[in-house]
C-alpha cells in the first residue's frame, strides 16, 4: 500500500482552465510539498504545507490535516503549466506519491 | 545563485562496472538525499545524511554506496550489485530540524543506463 495517493494519473485540459489536483496520505506527517517535475527531470518545491492555504501566482494549495487531504488547484492553466504534479510528505522520512502527468493544450 | 548540481545528465555505463554520480550544493544545507525514479513509481528513497562523515540506508540501499565527507558533496555509487540500476536518479537537500524540512530543493538528475 502507497502512503500516499494521488489522483487523478493523467489530466488532459484545454488552456484556461481550472485544475484540480488531489492528494491523499495515510501516515502522521509534519509537512506536505507539492512539486513540480518537467520533461527534463528536475523537480522544483512548489508549496510546503503544515496547514491551512498558501498561494502562488495561479498556484493555490491547500492542506486538511484532520482528512489527510491536499489539493493543488491552477487557476487560467496555460500551456507551460505542462508537467508532472508531486505530493510529497514528511513523516518519519519523506513519502512520494507517483505523480499527476498534466497535459494542457493550447 | 544557489542549488544543487548533478553531474552527468546521462551516464551510460557496460554492465558490471561501477558508476558514480555527482551531487554538489551550495545551498549550506546540513541534509542531503538520493532518490530513484522508475517510470509508473514514486521516489524512492536509496541514501540520506544529515550532517557530514554520517548516512543513513533508505528503503532502497542494496547495490548502492555514499560518502559525506564534505557538507557540500554526497556522491552516489552505483555498483555492480545493484540488479537493476537502470534508472532516474535525484539528488535533494535541506535544512533539517527533526520535524520539519525546510529549503527541501531538487536536482536536475542523472538518467543512467546500463547496457
Known amino acids: 500500500k502507497n502512503e500516499v495517493e494521488q489522483s487523478p494519473q493523467n489530466l488532459t485540459a484545454q488552456e484556461g482552465e481550472f485544475i484540480t489536483i488531489n492528494c491523499s496520505y495515510s501516515?502522521?506527517?509534519?509537512?506536505l510539498h507539492w512539486l513540480q517535475q518537467h520533461p527534463g527531470g528536475g523537480i522544483v518545491s512548489l508549496f510546503m504545507l503544515s496547514s491551512g492555504k498558501k498561494k502562488h501566482g495561479r498556484l493555490i494549495a491547500t492542506i486538511n490535516i484532520q482528512e489527510k487531504h491536499s489539493s493543488l488547484h491552477i487557476t487560467a492553466s496555460h500551456p507551460r503549466d505542462s508537467a508532472v504534479y508531486i505530493c510529497a510528505v514528511l513523516g518519519n522520512q519523506f513519502y512520494f506519491g507517483t505523480g499527476t502527468s498534466l497535459t494542457v493544450i493550447p | 545563485d544557489g542549488g544543487i548540481t548533478q553531474s552527468p545528465k546521462y551516464l551510460f555505463r557496460k554492465e558490471g562496472q561501477n558508476v558514480t554520480l555527482s551531487c554538489e550544493q551550495n545551498l549550506n544545507h546540513d541534509a542531503m538525499y538520493w532518490y530513484r525514479q522508475d517510470p509508473g513509481q514514486g521516489l524512492r528513497l536509496i541514501y540520506y545524511s544529515q550532517i557530514v562523515n554520517d548516512f543513513q540506508k533508505g528503503d532502497i540501499a542494496e547495490g548502492y554506496s555514499v560518502s559525506r565527507e564534505k557538507k557540500e558533496s554526497f556522491p552516489l555509487t552505483v555498483t555492480s550489485a545493484q540488479k537493476n540500476p537502470t534508472a532516474f536518479y535525484l539528488c535533494?537537500?535541506?535544512?533539517?530540524?527533526?520535524?520539519?524540512?525546510?529549503?527541501?530543493?531538487f536536482g536536475s538528475g542523472t538518467r543512467l543506463t546500463v547496457v
Open positions: 501516515v502522521g506527517i509534519s509537512a
Open positions: 535533494a537537500s535541506s535544512s533539517w530540524t527533526p520535524h520539519s524540512a525546510y529549503g527541501y530543493t
